[in-house]
């Protein structure tokens, strides 16, 4: 079995994504597919700045997996997700089995809970937002912060808090996280931990990637830390060693596929630290894999994940979701591979 072919693509945005490294108003990467006799396998590639390595590394790396059977080194995790993800799918296709299943013993469930994701906006606004998605159905909401003062953002943060006050239909109030993207320094983080515990489940990379100490010296401050960017950077065993973290979220596009994110997640787990799985804003093939780890993951249908990122494209390698978000929850396939037939012939 060996990468037989690859095929680039780009997609729009619905709206471009503000990063470090500048506006991207396009997800562009490449289609890998393997050959298993008379099985196919497809993975995919799509490389974030800050995240992964850049587009054109990813493409060399995937040309000589092709060309020359090398394949992609931890270098390059989003080529090393493609083929690990295309070998996954083959496998899992020729044995009739769902990828989740071929990465569990356990019976995976064929769907799991997602949290929607609110950017940055003026109170009244995050709260409208915020509301739409819990009447949606979503039952964790996931407030984007740090790009204002931090008054600022804690008075948004408690409107949507209070207005999550009363039970949502037929469950518990909803839950809510932030993600602050390393926008803090450790004296405001301090500060904003302490200020939001016990109205947050957890505040996501309150400071900047390289400073694990930093984050472990905020744990028991106020609100759990979550570690998103310093977990792609340090890996689960220096998080874990480190203490420098309550929860992890996990892009297997960053880890290099989704056997390595499930491996991270169990690890995670086993140190007492909660796995979210997520996504860099990929096309519909990664997209489903990352649905089939969460699927797999120890208790991966007991907390919400950063999967309902499809409806940020404008347009998608496929007509029809293989991982449709609905009533707050992600379809997992059952078919075999990734998804049934439903990627034959993209590559």
Request: with cysteine.
């Amino acid at each position: 079995m060996s990468v037989v072919a690859l095929r680039e693509f780009a997609l729009d945005l619905a709206t471009p994504l503000s990063t470090a490294a500048g506006d991207i108003g396009t997800r562009e990467g490449l289609l890998v597919r393997v050959d298993l006799g008379a099985t196919t396998g497809v993975g995919e590639a799509t490389p974030l700045p800050g995240w992964t390595e850049s587009l054109p590394a990813c493409r060399a790396a995937l040309e000589r997996a092709r060309d020359h059977g090398t394949p992609p080194s931890p270098e390059t995790p989003a080529a090393r997700h493609a083929v690990t993800l295309a070998y996954r799918d083959a496998f899992a296709r020729r044995a009739g089995r769902s990828v989740a299943a071929s990465l569990t013993r356990d019976t995976p469930p064929v769907s799991v809970p997602a949290n929607a994701t609110v950017g940055d906006a003026s109170a009244a606004d995050t709260v409208a937002a915020a509301e739409s998605a819990v009447d949606s159905g979503y039952r964790t909401v996931k407030l984007k912060v740090g790009a204002r003062d931090l008054d600022e953002d804690i008075e948004r943060i408690r409107a949507v808090a209070d207005a999550f006050g009363d039970r949502v239909p037929g469950g518990d109030p909803a839950a809510l996280r932030v993600d602050a993207n390393g926008a803090w320094d450790r004296e405001t983080a301090r500060e904003a931990l302490a200020a939001l515990d016990g109205l947050v489940e957890y505040v996501e990379q309150p400071l900047q990637a390289d400073d694990l100490r930093g984050h472990a010296a905020l744990r028991g401050v106020g609100a759990p830390v979550a570690l998103d960017e310093s977990l792609a950077r340090y890996g689960i065993r220096q998080v874990a060693a480190a203490g420098a973290a309550d929860a992890v979220v996990q892009k297997p596009m960053a880890l290099g596929g989704p056997s390595r994110a499930l491996a991270a997640g169990r690890a995670a787990a086993h140190a007492g630290i909660d796995p979210v799985v997520t996504t860099t804003i990929d096309a519909a093939v990664a997209r489903t894999a990352a649905a089939h780890v969460a699927a797999a993951l120890p208790g991966g249908d007991e907390r919400a994940h950063g999967l309902a990122t499809g409806d940020l494209l404008a347009t998608d390698l496929v007509a029809e979701d293989p991982v449709p978000v609905e009533n707050g929850r992600v379809a997992v396939p059952t078919g075999p591979g990734l998804a049934g037939d439903a990627f034959d012939g993209l590559v």
